[in-house]
């Protein structure tokens, strides 16, 4: 089993910056390609980033790509987005999530096995 425990989500205007962590633990390899999904009120879950193990391959959804930025310390057990240029369609929650086995970042969260509780981000215009 893997935990995984988001932080850094907060209240921001339109236009700030906010950088949002996930701190795996368990059965933790490193190996595994983790990703970041968003989910508004009465809407379904959407990816937004993922990344591959090694941190070299990254991939993202066209509505965040150039703003938001999908990194991993694989020394820390821990992924980071940092997201920039926030837009109040931005607002949501954001959950963290791992795949078991696999160092393929992809966009589909039925390919992750673990989830973290989630984080709220709420961007004010």
């Known amino acids: 089993q893997v935990q995984l425990v988001e932080s850094g989500g907060g209240l921001v205007q339109a236009g700030g910056s906010l950088r949002l962590s996930c701190a795996a633990s368990?059965?933790?390899?490193?190996?595994?390609?983790m990703g970041w999904f968003r989910q508004a009120p009465g809407k379904e879950r959407d990816f937004v980033a993922a990344?591959?193990?090694?941190?070299?391959?990254?991939y993202y959804a066209d509505s965040v790509k150039s703003r938001f930025t999908i990194s991993r310390d694989n020394a820390k057990n821990t992924v980071y987005l940092q997201m920039t240029s926030l837009k109040p369609e931005d607002t949501a929650v954001y959950y963290c999530?791992?795949?078991?086995?696999?160092?393929?970042?992809?966009?589909?969260?039925?390919?992750?096995?673990?989830w973290g509780q989630g984080t709220q981000v709420t961007v004010s215009s």
């Open positions: 999530a791992a795949r078991a086995y696999s160092n393929a970042g992809t966009r589909y969260k039925e390919d992750y096995a673990y």
């Open positions: 368990g059965r933790t390899s490193g190996s595994n390609a």
């Open positions: 990344i591959n193990w090694s941190g070299v391959s990254t």
